[in-house]
T-cell receptor
Framework: NAGVMQNPRHLVRRRGQEARLRCSPM?????VYWYRQLPEEGLKFMVY????????ESGMPKERFSAEFPKEGPSILRIQQVVRGDSAAYFC????????????FGPGTRLTVL | KQEVTQIPAALSVPEGENLVLNCSFT??????LQWFRQDPGKGLTSLLL?????REQTSGRLNASLDKSSGRSTLYIAASQPGDSATYLC??????????????FGRGTQLTVWP
């Protein structure tokens, strides 16, 4: 049973470009969470999604950031017009539809903005 | 707003010692608490999950306790080994209200176990 998969593992973008991060949850998991880890800081919640629904996006900046989890395919975190302050590690986690809400994390995407 | 604090921030010990890592949180209305391990440049590995109704969980050399009323959790590592060297993160799961599902993380305890 494969774990949470994220790609790419490393992404380099120039200021003003778009970054697109992908997350495939564990098999059978329908809840996806995105977290951001800035250098020298703890992980911060960004957004919580279920299939085709955004449940809680209160941790996500209102401009330039968007997330989706379509009926088919991976969850996507999209950052438009990236700035240097977006450089961070972005982690995706998933949990099953029922039960303890234990979250399982992917290896992360490390975004560097030049 | 939930605040999670971990003490100490860093710990360096010789192999074989028993360790206690501390986590405190400000809002006792939690759904669960998870302890994770993070190796440099890697993702998070879930170690233990304690539901809000539980007092402790054990897995191998690890034991985690939860005192919800006082807002504290401890992670006990028995007979530490160099392979235990990593950053240990405490994360509190929000109660199923307006912030359902999200985890609030501490900054972590960076553990080094030397041979």
């Amino acid at each position: 049973n494969a774990g949470v998969m994220q790609n790419p593992r490393h992404l380099v973008r120039r200021r003003g470009q778009e970054a697109r991060l992908r997350c495939s949850p564990m098999k059978g998991h329908s809840h996806v969470y995105w977290y951001r880890q800035l250098p020298e800081e703890g992980l911060k919640f960004m957004v919580y999604l279920q299939k085709e629904n955004i449940i809680d996006e209160s941790g996500m900046p209102k401009e330039r950031f968007s997330a989706e989890f379509p009926k088919e395919g991976p969850s996507i975190l999209r950052i438009q017009q990236v700035v240097r302050g977006d450089s961070a590690a972005y982690f995706c986690a998933s949990s099953p539809p029922r039960g303890t809400n234990e979250q399982f994390f992917g290896p992360g995407t490390r975004l560097t903005v030049l | 707003k939930q605040e999670v604090t971990q003490i100490p921030a860093a710990l360096s010990v010789p192999e074989g010692e028993n360790l206690v890592l501390n986590c405190s949180f400000t809002d006792s209305a939690i759904y669960n608490l998870q302890w994770f391990r993070q190796d440099p440049g890697k993702g998070l590995t879930s170690l233990l999950l304690i539901q809000s109704s539980q007092r402790e969980q054990t897995s191998g050399r690890l034991n985690a306790s939860l005192d919800k009323s006082s807002g504290r959790s401890t992670l006990y590592i028995a007979a530490s080994q160099p392979g235990d060297s990593a950053t240990y993160l405490c994360a509190v799961g929000a109660d199923r209200g307006s912030t359902l599902g999200r985890l609030y993380f501490g900054r972590g305890t960076q553990l080094t176990v030397w041979p």
